[in-house]
């Protein structure tokens, strides 16, 4: 009853929302709504009351009730859509506002923008507030990527232009720039990344105007698809000439002065392992069982800091590129060649600089002793996981050429069961998502998807890497220095409300308290939801539940891990905050925890904190568009063919579906054609409102796929239907063709809205 109380008084402020400057009587509202008799009346009087009392509407002597005008202003950034209007976000908890093409003022994607609101949000239903755009503060993109559309020799010498550039991205694809004759000259097909020197205006409404700076080269050649996304994201993919410069002037081998201070571990049996394909080796591990029964784990990881010294060239670079970009089929380095693959590299048989975690583990997984140092060491042996696998698994070929090594591996195996049970123990979530392998061939063309798989190795190295990262971070909080932390925060109050609730729609109870949740208090859910068929709809929304982990001078704990202390210590080849950790030990190591000492890192962290975090943000955005990019190309010769597919995420404009191969792709609501479908958000389901069929996540459903589109990065499906639904679909199209034209397509056209609506604020 209160569900159908609010959609009541929703409906009835979308009349005072829909015409704002509009007066109505209560009987004018009665008859809008098509109401008959007494009670019904009664009725709209009791929501036009409420509106009053929450000020949406206001009264006047004659009995006439209008929406109350909003005086608020708000600043934030503009989301475009493609077709010409967008939202505005404000604030992390309230709903995006909603901006009419006609309001835009010329605003492009990412633009800060000043709005006025001009029609308030409704508490009762789900349409946030609409606003125009006021002012343009500042314009969010500088550069665009896109394809030359040349002009004929008559347009150049009439306009004095080249010709436009048009973006494949969708919010900006709209916008084309048209090249000024300055700058470098592109030929037709070309994707060219331009400098924007004149934006939108009154007189060129979408259009802008810019110079070429660099041509990346021809849609068609290989490559070029992938950098296209890298450029548009502005991530650095070549390195300046004076960087280069400065690498090379690094030896490639160590030289008697790096020994100093450093102990000589290059006796110990050391070895790497990493994935087939790895060129660059940050970590090498070794063990040992003492005589206490105890496990010595050695974490050795690559001292880069030795040769990029503080505010050097090197290190400026680095800092600006903040982390490597791993994309299909190249890595877009922190750090120049000859340092990532070579001197830093703990490459086999092969004298490197390292800095050394040393950990004495008992049998519950606790560190009882550590040490952290500087050393040198030569790995034994460059392994992979697939072997090591293999290895654990008894292959006799492998076992005999790495025979020296089995015992040490075998133990290792039996560290990282120890380990693992430790962190479970403690409440640690543990999510084994798919991670697939796309396989290009030399002209970078998609030819097929793998799916990777964890074995004991991978998760025994990751086991190694958490505990050096959670002694090393301990070891220096408890020093009370300055520090850089690798944290993960509670999760959102609201958002895990919701997910209790969720949960609790399963009929799973969850223990505890939502107000105060712990790590363990989720794990519990997992584990009871663990193989059934609701697993994957309650692991996708405890992920959207939990905060984005990120770098911080402030140890504020790893939710996810359940680590009170964490940091990222094992990874300097390839994340900036490792490099800058690295630095930090060396120098309380050389020069002491001094008062002097403690400013100096104090009073860097805030900034490398907030650049590598958006460093690695936009660095995972390329990686995903950059996949996204190769899955749709690789489904593009499979259209009309029928996949096996589940439900991965629902919303009120269609549903998301997941093939086996991690093909992800949308299923547009206006493409289930069997019955008209209402989106029920609690249950995160699409339920059709007359034969009441529902979809809803974790489902398994048949599809066909009916468009892959490359250049868009999308994929879209259909659901394959029986021939009984296949026989109302031709009922359904009959009783829409019969009903009237103009309501129906007036209701589509509200419900599309409200559906694109949704769909920015989820894509966002």
Request: hydrophobic fraction near 35%; charge should be negative.
């Amino acid at each position: 009853m209160v569900v159908e109380k609010n959609k009541f008084i929703s409906d009835i402020l979308e009349i005072f929302r829909r015409y704002p400057e509009k007066k109505y009587t209560a009987q004018q509202i009665n008859d809008i709504l098509r109401l008959h008799g007494t009670p019904a009346y009664n009725r709209v009087l009791k929501a036009l009351a409420i509106l009053e009392g929450e000020d949406k509407i206001y009264v006047n002597n004659r009995n006439q009730f209008k929406l109350t005008p909003v005086n608020q202003t708000i600043t934030g950034n503009f989301r475009a859509n493609d077709k010409g209007f967008g939202f505005v976000r404000y604030a992390d908890d309230e709903p995006d506002v909603f901006i009419a093409r006609s309001n835009t003022m010329h605003a492009i994607n990412d633009d800060e923008v000043e709005v006025k609101i001009i029609k308030p949000a409704n508490p009762w239903g789900d349409n946030g507030a609409e606003g125009q755009i006021t002012q343009i503060l500042s314009h969010g993109v500088h550069q665009i990527v896109g394809e030359f559309m040349p002009y004929s020799d008559v347009q150049i010498k009439k306009t004095g232009l080249l010709g436009y550039v048009k973006s494949h991205e969708k919010k900006l694809s709209q916008n084309p720039v048209f090249l000024k004759s300055q700058g470098l000259h592109p030929q037709w097909g070309d994707m060219v990344q331009v400098d924007i020197t004149g934006y939108p205006s009154a007189e060129f409404p979408r259009s802008m105007v810019g110079v070429a700076i660099k041509i990346i080269g021809n849609k068609n050649a290989p490559g070029v698809d992938e950098m296209a996304i890298v450029y548009q994201n502005e991530v650095k993919a070549e390195f300046p000439e004076e960087v280069v410069a400065a690498s090379e002037k690094i030896p490639d081998h160590l030289v008697a002065k790096d020994w100093a201070g450093r102990r000589d571990n290059t006796q110990q049996v050391t070895v790497t392992i990493d994935g087939d394909d790895s060129k660059d080796f940050d970590d090498a591990v070794t063990l040992w069982k003492l005589e206490n029964g105890n496990y010595h784990l050695g974490v050795h990881i690559a001292d880069v800091t030795h040769y990029v010294s503080a505010n050097s060239l090197l290190d400026n670079e680095a800092f600006e590129r903040g982390t490597s970009t791993y994309l299909v089929d190249r890595v877009i380095p922190m750090l120049p060649f000859r340092l990532s693959n070579g001197i830093c590299s703990l490459n086999p048989n092969e004298e490197r600089c390292v800095l050394t975690c040393d950990m004495e583990i008992n049998e519950q997984g606790a560190v009882v002793r550590h040490e952290i140092y500087p050393s040198v060491i030569k790995s034994h042996a460059r392994l992979t996981y697939n072997n090591v696998n293999q290895i654990l698994a008894g292959n006799v070929e492998l076992c005999s050429r790495y025979r020296d090594l089995v015992p040490m591996l075998q133990d290792m195996a039996q560290l990282h069961q120890i380990l693992f049970a430790m962190r479970h123990q403690r409440g640690a979530l543990d999510f084994e998502e798919t991670e697939a392998q796309i396989i290009v061939d030399d002209q970078g063309k998609p030819i097929d998807i793998k799916l990777r798989e964890r074995g004991t190795a991978e998760k025994m190295i990751e086991s190694f890497m958490l505990a050096a990262n959670e002694t090393v971070a301990e070891h220096y909080n408890k020093l009370h220095v300055p520090f850089l932390y690798r944290v993960h925060e509670q999760p959102d109050a609201d958002k895990i409300k919701n997910f209790f609730e969720l949960a609790s729609s399963f009929g799973l109870s969850v223990p505890g308290n939502s107000a105060d949740v712990t790590p363990k208090m989720l794990q519990q859910v997992l584990e009871k939801v663990a193989g059934k068929p609701q697993e994957l709809v309650i692991t996708t929304m405890l992920l959207r539940s939990l905060q984005q982990a990120k770098y911080s001078p402030e140890p504020l704990g790893h939710f996810g891990m359940a680590a009170k202390y964490y940091t990222h210590f094992t990874s300097p080849i390839r994340r900036y905050p490792d490099l800058m950790v690295h630095r930090m030990i060396h120098s309380y190591a050389d020069q002491g925890i001094g008062t002097d000492v403690q400013n100096h890192w104090a009073q860097q962290l805030d900034e490398v904190a907030v650049q590598t975090s958006a460093c690695e943000r936009k660095s995972i955005d390329v990686e995903r568009a950059v996949d996204d990019l190769k899955k749709a190309e690789f489904m593009e010769d499979k259209v009309g063919q029928v996949f096996e597919a589940v439900i991965s995420s629902v919303t009120s404009f269609g549903m998301f579906i997941a093939l086996e191969n991690t093909v992800e792709g949308l299923v547009h609501i206006s493409n289930l054609l069997d019955d008209y479908y209402e989106f029920h958000e609690k249950e995160l389901a699409l339920v059709g409102k007359r034969t009441h069929k529902t979809y809803k996540m974790g489902d398994p459903i048949k599809v066909r796929l009916i468009r892959a589109d490359a250049q868009q990065r999308q994929v879209d499906f259909e659901p394959v239907l029986t021939a009984e639904e296949q026989e109302r679909v031709k009922i359904e199209q009959q009783r829409r063709a019969q009903s009237k034209p103009h309501s129906f397509s007036k209701k589509r056209r509200a419900s599309k809205r409200s559906r694109t609506n949704k769909y920015e604020r989820f894509a966002h």
